[in-house]
DNA sequence: GTTAGCACTCCACTAACGGGAGTGCCAGCC
DNA sequence: GGCTGGCACTCCCGTTAGTGGAGTGCTAAC
């Protein structure tokens, strides 16, 4: 009677699980505690509200669900959601239609970041919530052509292209000023050494090589390494795209204005969502993390459903969407993977 | 007994404006109806109840004041406020410490993006409001440089440098590889005669030599010309830098959340709010706009104070704050037009 | 023109009430 | 032992009624 495969959690009789599995879909629809007599309608169980009160009296001594007051029906805990994802929920696959739909919004000749923005706003459209995509880190980014030009007497304007066309601007301060062509010869000799590494390997790479070419007097090198030290040494600050912030106001849930107003402080804010977006990347497929499980007590009742995208096989950065904890998850979590997976094959191709 | 410098408001006798005045302060500190009784003891008119009763009375006929209901006290409606700021408010400038707080904020060596950046948080952080800084529009900015990178086949990097240092990236492709030499030749010529113009007239000049050159049969001139036609054309979509938005959800006016959400929509949508600035571009020192007369009802309840600031003598760009109607206009307005005025000086130095 | 007084209105708050939904427990049934 | 029907009990929520306060408009008197 009792089930393997439900690691971590207090045993649930296959029963538990089922009106369990039942009461969230039911929490999730309404919104509303759900009590013992629409559950006994709603499960195919075909048993008597009494019966499941017993039932029902259990799951909520092993704390999966609660009552908000005496006399009112259960609604789902944290570890209850953590349970209804891990074990219970049936994950509708997306209809062909759908990924179509998906499909088109990734137009072939889009330039990265158009992608993600478009994969942002595609997930909050399609969602209703909040659709989020980091940005790739630039470290990761393999370095393609890099570009010297003098701006002013002592300003040099560095262009780092990028293997995926993504261009960057910096603007480094020297101790002399560098003629037109010296800049040149000094690009020229770096594109020839460093072209084609990551951004984090060419740094790791600077640092050895100063040292040797220094030891070998060898001018041209070591200014051109130190020029390029400068420019990489700004540390570019991690980013991400959000969309449709504002539909999570539709949601009463959030009807507490203070509360909103601290999420939307996190989105202005990036900072900390990015970190917890950092962790997914590690991780495969999609991840979810339900309401303060997220270690940020401004996700309250919300959840975050995310998976990672990747470039040339490797994990490049996340999206994902943020809504309430009482969200479609069997919708929801197709959406994300489909969505990721369309980005990193849109970003991938070419 | 009437007052001149009124001009467009039904006349308004020294006593009414008096006990105008007093009761938009009054509304403006405490949010309530404000009753002939507390005016009374507000106003130094030494009147009594009763013949405040008679003036409000007239000044709602006139319509710059409103009872929300029978037995309540009078709030300013717009067309009071209107009145209040153009005749009656009296600005309390800025102490020299606030000032130098201001001026504070502006570093020396920041660059020109950080320096609206600056200006839109501060504002945003002394008011208590939200804080938006128009981005100039590049059209305005003159060119300084022009790079031509080959990317790969058909694409080319078009880098602008502008005066300021601002650098823009524009991706073109084009019909013909070229190669990095024959690019340094068309950029000289490109530079040689198009820098130091703003970047409109650039195009203006681009169309009419375009002509010329190929009546010359300049094959040179005419492909510089193209390749940079092409890169100018794609249009740089204006934009603006908003901070402490979050900062309007305290004010209990806008408790109503379908309202904040479409307020918030426009913050990110940014197209509206930037074409109500552009007004105010042509307009000199502080303009503010009261409610819907901005003519966008998202700003409902919410006022405008706004003030453009500028490079090199010419208005460039609008900086400003959105809050609620119930606003302290005699310390915000000040605070705008410093800022405005601190940002320019920071602009225009060095 | 100004004022005091008065009747009237409306809102905001509180208390009381009843219906509804749901629970827990118990006794009986299979 | 597990399931069920019945019943008393609890709590919420919406409605109603009542009350006090704040403010107005009007009128008559100064």
Redesign the interface.
């Known amino acids: 009677m009792f089930v393997g495969g439900f690691v971590g959690y207090p045993a649930l009789s296959e029963r538990a699980q089922q009106l369990l599995k039942a009461l969230i879909e039911r929490y999730i629809q309404s919104g509303e505690p759900v009590g013992s007599r629409t559950l006994s309608r709603d499960s195919r169980l075909d048993l008597s509200p009494a019966t499941i009160r017993n039932v029902m009296s259990d799951l909520e001594d092993l704390g999966f669900v609660k009552a908000p007051h005496t006399s009112a029906g259960r609604i789902p805990t944290v570890q209850g959601y953590r349970c209804f994802i891990d074990c219970l929920v049936t994950v509708k696959p997306l209809e062909s239609r759908e990924v179509l739909d998906l499909q088109r919004q990734f137009h072939k000749d889009a330039?990265p970041l158009e992608l993600l923005e478009r994969a942002s706003s595609t997930l909050s459209g399609i969602t209703k919530m909040a659709g989020l995509v980091t940005l790739p880190r630039p470290e990761r980014n393999s370095l393609k052509?890099v570009?010297f030009?003098p701006?002013t007497e002592n300003?040099i304007?560095v262009?780092l292209?990028m293997n995926d066309?993504e261009?960057q601007?910096r603007?480094i301060h020297t101790d002399r000023p560098f003629s037109r062509d010296e800049l040149q010869r000094l690009a020229n000799y770096f594109n020839q050494h460093y072209s084609g590494m990551s951004l984090s390997a060419v740094k790791g790479a600077l640092v050895r090589d100063m040292e040797e070419t220094r030891r070998h007097a060898d001018q041209i090198m070591t200014t051109a390494c130190e020029i390029a030290a400068k420019a990489l040494d700004s540390e570019a600050e991690a980013d991400m795209v959000v969309a449709g912030?504002?539909n999570l106001?539709?949601y009463l849930e959030m009807?507490d204005?203070?509360r909103?107003?601290q999420l939307?402080?996190a989105f202005?804010e990036k900072r900390h969502l990015i970190s917890l977006f950092d962790q997914v990347m590690r991780a495969q497929g999609v991840q979810i993390f339900v309401g303060e499980e997220s270690g940020y007590q401004v996700l309250g009742d919300c959840s975050v459903v995310s998976a990672p995208y990747s470039v040339d096989g490797q994990v490049v950065g996340v999206l994902g969407v943020i809504g309430p904890t009482r969200m479609e998850y069997q919708r929801v979590i197709p959406i994300v993977d489909v969505t990721a997976r369309l980005l990193t094959a849109a970003l991938n191709q070419d």
């Open positions: 330039s052509h570009e030009l701006l300003r304007l262009i292209v066309s261009i601007n603007v912030q504002t106001m539709t009807a204005l203070d909103l107003r939307f402080e202005n």
